[in-house]
């Protein structure tokens, strides 16, 4: 049997190949016919499958990231072929690969199984994040998980540390919006807000400055700009409830912000007009959509939306 698992979501197939094995040792296995390669060397894989079992047990046979390796992905293949390795019930091949690939016909025809792992949409985000707090459990409201799976984004593994820091904080209590206020997004933000203070000076050097910082500290750039287009877009509230003439002690009530978002964001308000807001909004938007999709490097991308809005 040949198993395939691949994709951007390299959380979810990490843990589906995870789960995978722990079957395998929960089945009575002895681990003996257990083995990982994390190398394309064909010899010892042949070595591996074709070894007689000392305890008749099934082999299961880790093989990560075959496909960086054109030569070695036809040999495994012509081998799989001729040794019928699809048919056989005594040997599970798990082929796992931490990014898409192009999956040819001919490939398809030669795996028991394939599973491909996306990024989660917005909505399906928020359901996992919910369902992996229950899991582990804990309890969050929706409306929580909403806002956890915005400042974070995709990134599962960041999401994943994230929730265990919430549950043990709870303590069997509900996540609230607080919670993740007082945890996670609040120091974020603080620097967020320094990076706007530069944008608003129209000083440039500073704004890139701040931005590296983040990335020096392991914050990813769709993650930086996801917290970039949440203030961009609460100041945008802001400006317009203010155009409309809405009194300052209403604004967190209008906008369902905490009042220290809001008493930050009015000391950025009359540094744009709304027009020029909407205008970095759409930019910042345009450069999370061109990361996304491999249209431009990361980093590049940052810089270059830096020297467009300033």
Same mark, same amino acid.
């Given at each position: ?42 010899? !010892?894989? @042949?070595? %591996?499958?074709?070894? /007689?079992?000392?305890?008749? #047990? $099934?082999?299961? *046979?880790? =093989? &990560? ?12 293949f012509?081998?799989?072929s001729?040794? !019928?390795? @699809?048919? %056989?019930?005594?040997? /599970?091949?798990?082929?796992? #690969? $931490?990014?898409? *690939?192009? =999956? &040819? ?37 929706k ?60 000083d ?15 914050e ?34 209008r ?56």
């Open positions: 049997m040949i198993i395939l698992l691949y994709g951007k979501d390299t959380y979810r197939s990490s843990q589906k190949l995870k789960e995978i094995i722990k079957k395998y040792r929960e089945s009575g296995k002895t681990g003996i016919d257990f083995a990982i390669f994390n190398l394309p060397d064909m010899d !010892k894989i @042949k070595s %591996k499958i074709q070894s /007689i079992s000392m305890f008749d #047990e $099934k082999k299961l *046979i880790v =093989l &990560k990231d075959i496909f960086e390796n054109d030569d070695f992905l036809k040999e495994f012509k081998y799989a001729k040794h !019928k390795l @699809k048919e %056989k019930n005594n040997v /599970i091949v798990v082929i796992y #690969e $931490k990014d898409d *690939i192009k =999956l &040819k016909p001919e490939i398809k025809n030669q795996v028991n199984m394939y599973q491909q792992f996306n990024p989660l949409s917005e909505f399906s985000l928020v359901r996992w994040i919910i369902n992996e707090v229950r899991k582990r459990n804990g309890a969050i409201s409306f929580s998980a909403q806002k956890l799976a915005y400042i974070l984004g995709n990134d599962l593994w960041r999401v994943s540390n994230e929730i265990d820091k919430l549950i043990s904080y709870k303590n069997g209590e509900v996540i609230t919006e607080k919670d993740i206020d007082s945890l996670i997004s609040r120091k974020i933000e603080a620097d967020i807000f320094k990076t706007i203070d530069a944008i608003a000076g129209r440039k050097k500073t704004a890139v400055r701040l931005i590296h910082n983040h990335l020096f500290r392991g990813k750039e769709v993650y930086l700009l996801s917290m970039l287009t949440f203030q961009v877009r609460n100041l945008i509230k802001i400006k317009d409830l203010q155009e409309k003439g809405v009194p300052y002690y209403n604004l967190h009530k906008t369902n912000l905490h009042p220290y978002v809001v008493k930050k964001l009015m000391g950025y308000s009359n540094k744009f007009d709304l027009n020029e807001l909407r205008y970095i909004y759409k930019k910042i938007l345009e450069t999370e959509i061109e990361i996304k999709t491999g249209k431009i490097n990361p980093r590049v991308a940052l810089d270059l939306l830096v020297n467009t809005i300033i």
